[in-house]
């Protein structure tokens, strides 16, 4: 398990090679073995292949591109302040720098954004959907289903990256994919096998010391 958590990062350029289904199958009957709420399991998962990828990338693609008010199921965070800002400052350009996107270079980084909308070339994407009656707490037992389903694809050699952008243009996921309105769209995981020359995947992000994050009471 340390090695698997050591080894995983967000892959963001894919290679167009698929992954073969009963690999999938077997990445998927891993992560539903992800733990929930009195054992509710309430996320479902829309997996595309093939065509089906191709059709959504390019409806999605030129969705994105045409600058529409975003419309997610979950509420944006209210603001990033503090250090949870300065992470989030720092892990944008650490990508943007490494495609060679410098500081204040707004079309650079917006066309670095849109690169979500295109599942950064990935052949396969999963948007993962919840229960809307389950409110917050079937959106933790989804993001306990993520994590495990990141480290299942790890497992098995393919590589993803976890996506709440897809997550910004709900309706319109909802009505290309034929999901309910019973069900919130969480995120989507891109995955595939990982283009290892591409610069997008050479930078890696931080974690904070342990002291920052863990508080032990002793007595």
Not at 26 to 51: D, H, I, K, Y
Not at 116 to 138: C, M
Request: glycine letters at 8%.
């Amino acid at each position: 398990m340390e090695e698997l958590l050591q080894r995983r990062s967000s892959c963001r350029a894919f290679l167009p090679q698929a992954v073969d289904r009963d690999t999938i199958e077997a990445l998927f009957r891993l992560a539903q073995r992800s733990p929930s709420g009195c054992n509710a399991q309430p996320w479902n998962v829309v997996v595309t292949s093939g065509e089906g990828t191709e059709r959504f990338r390019a409806a999605l693609s030129a969705y994105a591109a045409s600058n529409p008010q975003p419309d997610p199921d979950l509420p944006f965070p209210r603001e990033y302040q503090g250090v949870y800002k300065q992470r989030r400052r720092d892990t944008a350009w650490s990508l943007y720098r490494s495609v060679g996107v410098e500081y204040g270079d707004r079309e650079g980084s917006a066309r670095q954004m849109l690169q979500n909308f295109s599942f950064f070339g990935a052949p396969h994407v999963a948007i993962i959907t919840s229960d809307e009656a389950l409110g917050a707490y079937g959106l933790v037992d989804c993001g306990l289903f993520v994590g495990m389903l990141l480290l299942a694809a790890e497992s098995l050699g393919v590589a993803a990256v976890p996506q709440g952008a897809l997550g910004e243009h709900s309706k319109f996921v909802r009505r290309f994919l034929g999901i309910g309105d019973d069900r919130l769209v969480v995120c989507g995981v891109s995955f595939g096998y990982p283009d290892r020359k591409h610069p997008a995947n050479n930078f890696r992000t931080t974690r904070a010391d342990l002291r920052e994050v863990v508080t032990f009471v002793d007595a």
